[in-house]
């Protein structure tokens, strides 16, 4: 599922001594971060070709622009029950393309001021969503 209520899920995270409890972060993190943050935490090396990025930075109050300015990107490349079809998303920042296969066609949402993703802005921002398909594509 390409929208929201399907790929902004909540993480929590518990890692005694190192993270203050009741501590929230609203920073988009996707599962690929999830080997090297774990390898940082225990002292194990994590090669550069590695597809995430360590929270632990993040995990520790540090400034991390880096994760809100890169982009995620969620392919979803079947059908399923739920009524979801082929397609492929990408973040970075606000704002979120989605590519429906089926039709060739795409939505553009700022995924800050309109969680619910009601307001398509693929006329109004073109030339954003060119871009965010260059970051697919590369």
Not at 71 to 78: G, L
Not at 117 to 133: G, R, S
């Amino acid at each position: 599922w390409m929208y929201e209520g399907g790929t902004r899920e909540p993480l929590i995270i518990k890692w005694k001594g190192n993270v203050k409890p009741g501590t929230y972060f609203d920073v988009p993190v996707t599962s690929p971060d999830f080997y090297p943050t774990i390898c940082e935490m225990i002292g194990a090396f994590v090669s550069k070709n590695v597809s995430g990025e360590s929270l632990v930075d993040l995990l520790r109050g540090n400034s991390c622009e880096n994760l809100m300015n890169r982009p995620i990107f969620w392919h979803y490349p079947h059908y399923a029950n739920q009524g979801g079809s082929p397609g492929s998303s990408v973040r970075k920042g606000r704002y979120k393309l989605i590519e429906f296969y089926e039709s060739d066609s795409y939505e553009l949402y700022d995924v800050v001021e309109d969680p619910g993703e009601n307001n398509n802005l693929i006329n109004v921002k073109l030339y954003l969503a060119i871009e965010l398909k260059i970051e697919d594509i590369t």
